[in-house]
């Protein structure tokens, strides 16, 4: 995804915020595909004195396997985008 920023590049202080999905169920991690929901991906992006600030989180839920005990469990992993 690309964000079109010509709307704050000029204008000191502006803002602008986005938010999207992105699907990575067919992305192979070493053998396994452990992202099967999409990932969440939310935050701003904002004009300091001509120097861009992206701020933002990604969010998804893992499904995994326990490398001691073998069992799958799902757990929640959240990126924060600074």
């Known amino acids: 995804m690309r964000l079109d920023l010509r709307d704050i590049i000029h204008i000191p202080d502006a803002k602008k ?4 999905q992105l699907d990575l169920s ?5 053998g396994i595909r452990p992202v099967v929901r999409p990932v969440e991906i939310k935050g ?8 861009l600030l ?10 995994l396997q326990c490398d001691r005990c073998g069992k799958s469990f799902s757990r ?7």
Request: hydrophobic content about 40%.
């Open 26 to 30: 067919q992305q192979d991690f070493y």
């Open 54 to 63: 992206l701020e933002g989180t990604a969010r998804s839920v893992l499904d």
């Open 76 to 82: 929640e992993k959240v990126v924060v985008l600074d």
């Open 17 to 20: 915020t986005f938010q999207f």
């Open 44 to 51: 701003s992006v904002t004009n300091h004195a001509g120097a």
